[in-house]
């Protein structure tokens, strides 16, 4: 913690770059929350929730190769401030969606607050690299890590209390303000400039995601890691739809006594928050703890990804089947710390193997498959929680089982590693001490 806070303190321009980062994750989870009561009181239909999150992650999909050329070409620090402006305005034209009720306007609305955020993302992680001297990399990185998780956590539980106390209104107008407030914070930045070797860096766009994919395809081990998070985004990309209809239809805050106590009216918000309360702790600290337990080798993590999949597959399981809120929360929590260790270390686990003038044109085809399984998993969800040969529960155990499947598909990917020879590189970090 001592290298976090030192960081903060001599690096003006990174602090800067923090702080409009924390108050704008703090901002995503008043909208998300906010966003999930709205669209509940639209329609009914878990479908509709499905769109919700399509309508997050398909323009990250879509857009994110855009903007990655968009941030090579013109100034980055511009692009993160009239996004983040924009997004204010965005954010605040869901009043007007609470008022008309039109749910075609709530998923146009939530479209173009995304594409911003695809705008904004790539030109981030380029000002990171700029502001940090590369020895620091590291701990920037793990900084910006620790504070999406504390983010969440409290982010959600702030939103739920405001958007079930005083309504998703207010949660909307607050976002707006964070998104101005984070602007201007960025806007203090001072950027050095930095000039690249000739010849190299990303040709930009959907050649990223294509050459990616041209130079994995060569080498099947390394595409079999990039896929892990896509793997595991394919059967938690669902939780984001079942668990709101878990916190609205099955364990809503009104039915506890003290809902009367604290004058709570809407109590699904007010649960979900506290779902995303239990998800922050759990994607924050199950990394910590996994990394502590296996060590940074390249096949622990390998391992630890599939003893990942294991607990997200448990947690999953234990959703669809937990009679209590108080067990629903543990079986979030054990799924949470599955779903961040998968995510903590397949990156780590790619940063290590991948060479580092491959290691932008890797990722950007590594995000893009996880954007889309995420999407179709979010669909899928929707789909089978409508029919009545499934609803909720069947769907969420449903789930469960395919993390099963690839929980043993890791496991034996893990042993065919340690008994087959790889690629030179791989192999000598693969042998390396810790």
Not at 32 to 43: G, K, P, R, Y
Not at 118 to 129: I, K, M
Not at 174 to 179: C, M, P, R
Not at 232 to 238: E, I, R, T
């Given at each position: 913690?001592?290298?976090?806070?030192?960081?903060?303190?001599?690096n003006?321009?990174?602090?800067?770059?923090?702080?409009?980062?924390?108050?704008?994750?703090l901002?995503?989870?008043?909208?998300?929350?906010?966003?999930?009561?709205?669209?509940?009181?639209?329609?009914n239909?878990?479908?509709?929730?499905?769109?919700?999150?399509?309508?997050?992650?398909?323009?990250?999909?879509?857009?994110?190769?855009?903007?990655?050329?968009?941030?090579?070409r013109?100034?980055?620090?511009?692009?993160?401030?009239?996004?983040?402006?924009?997004?204010?305005?965005?954010?605040?034209g869901?009043?007007?969606v609470?008022i008309?009720?039109?749910v075609?306007?709530?998923?146009?609305?939530?479209?173009?607050?995304f594409?911003?955020?695809?705008?904004?993302?790539?030109?981030?992680?380029?000002?990171?690299?700029?502001?940090?001297?590369?020895?620091?990399?590291?701990?920037?990185?793990?900084?910006?890590?620790?504070?999406?998780?504390?983010?969440?956590?409290?982010?959600?539980?702030?939103?739920?209390?405001?958007?079930?106390?005083?309504?998703?209104?207010?949660?909307f107008?607050?976002?707006?303000?964070?998104?101005?407030?984070s602007?201007?914070?960025?806007?203090?930045?001072?950027l050095k400039?930095?000039?690249?070797?000739?010849?190299?860096?990303?040709?930009?766009?959907?050649?990223?995601?294509?050459?990616?994919?041209?130079?994995?395809?060569?080498?099947?081990?390394?595409?079999?890691?990039?896929?892990i998070?896509?793997?595991?985004?394919?059967?938690?990309?669902?939780v984001?739809?079942?668990?709101?209809?878990?916190?609205?239809?099955?364990f809503?805050?009104?039915?506890?006594p003290?809902?009367?106590?604290?004058?709570?009216?809407?109590?699904?918000?007010?649960?979900?928050?506290?779902?995303?309360?239990?998800?922050?702790l759990?994607?924050?600290l199950?990394p910590?703890?996994?990394?502590?337990?296996?060590g940074?080798?390249?096949?622990?993590?390998?391992?630890g990804?599939?003893?990942?999949?294991?607990?997200?597959?448990?947690?999953?399981?234990?959703?669809?089947?937990?009679?209590?809120?108080?067990?629903?929360?543990?079986?979030?929590?054990?799924?949470?710390?599955?779903?961040?260790?998968?995510?903590v270390?397949?990156?780590?686990?790619?940063?290590?193997?991948?060479p580092?003038?491959?290691?932008?044109?890797v990722?950007?085809?590594?995000?893009?498959?996880l954007?889309?399984?995420?999407?179709?998993?979010?669909?899928?969800?929707g789909?089978?929680?409508?029919?009545?040969?499934?609803?909720?529960?069947?769907?969420?155990?449903?789930?469960?089982?395919?993390?099963?499947?690839?929980?043993?598909?890791?496991?034996s990917?893990?042993?065919?590693?340690?008994?087959?020879?790889?690629?030179?590189?791989?192999?000598?970090?693969?042998?390396?001490?810790?």
């Open positions: 913690m001592q290298e976090y806070i030192s960081l903060l303190r001599r003006l321009d990174y602090r800067y770059l923090w702080l409009g980062n924390v108050v704008s994750l901002g995503d989870w008043f909208n998300l929350i906010a966003a999930a009561e709205l669209i509940t009181e639209l329609s239909a878990g479908v509709a929730i499905s769109y919700l999150f399509l309508a997050r992650f398909l323009p990250l999909f879509a857009f994110s190769p855009l903007a990655g050329v968009l941030a090579d013109y100034d980055r620090k511009m692009l993160m401030v009239v996004s983040d402006v924009l997004r204010a305005f965005v954010v605040w869901f009043l007007i609470g008309t009720g039109q075609w306007l709530f998923y146009l609305l939530t479209v173009a607050q594409a911003l955020s695809a705008l904004f993302t790539p030109a981030r992680s380029a000002v990171v690299a700029m502001v940090v001297d590369r020895k620091e990399l590291v701990t920037a990185n793990a900084l910006d890590s620790f504070t999406w998780s504390t983010m969440l956590a409290l982010g959600a539980l702030l939103g739920g209390i405001v958007a079930a106390v005083f309504g998703a209104e207010t949660a107008v607050l976002d707006g303000f964070t998104f101005l407030l602007g201007w914070l960025i806007s203090r930045v001072v400039v930095q000039e690249s070797a000739e010849g190299e860096g990303s040709q930009g766009g959907w050649l990223d995601f294509v050459d990616g994919f041209r130079y994995l395809w060569g080498r099947p081990y390394l595409l079999i890691l990039s896929l998070k896509a793997t595991g985004s394919l059967v938690w990309g669902a984001n739809v079942l668990e709101i209809s878990f916190a609205e239809n099955v809503p805050l009104t039915i506890f003290l809902a009367e106590t604290f004058r709570i009216e809407d109590g699904g918000t007010a649960s979900l928050g506290i779902i995303y309360v239990i998800s922050g759990g994607t924050g199950g910590l703890f996994m990394r502590r337990l296996l940074s080798r390249p096949p622990r993590l390998i391992l990804s599939a003893i990942g999949m294991v607990l997200v597959s448990v947690g999953i399981w234990g959703l669809g089947v937990a009679p209590t809120f108080g067990l629903f929360l543990l079986a979030t929590l054990v799924r949470t710390v599955g779903s961040g260790t998968i995510w270390f397949s990156a780590v686990l790619l940063q290590i193997v991948v580092d003038r491959y290691r932008g044109r990722f950007a085809f590594e995000f893009a498959m954007t889309l399984t995420q999407s179709i998993s979010t669909l899928l969800a789909i089978f929680q409508d029919s009545p040969m499934w609803g909720l529960n069947q769907t969420t155990v449903l789930f469960a089982g395919m993390g099963v499947l690839f929980s043993f598909g890791w496991i990917f893990y042993t065919w590693s340690k008994r087959n020879s790889m690629d030179q590189r791989v192999q000598a970090f693969w042998y390396a001490g810790d």
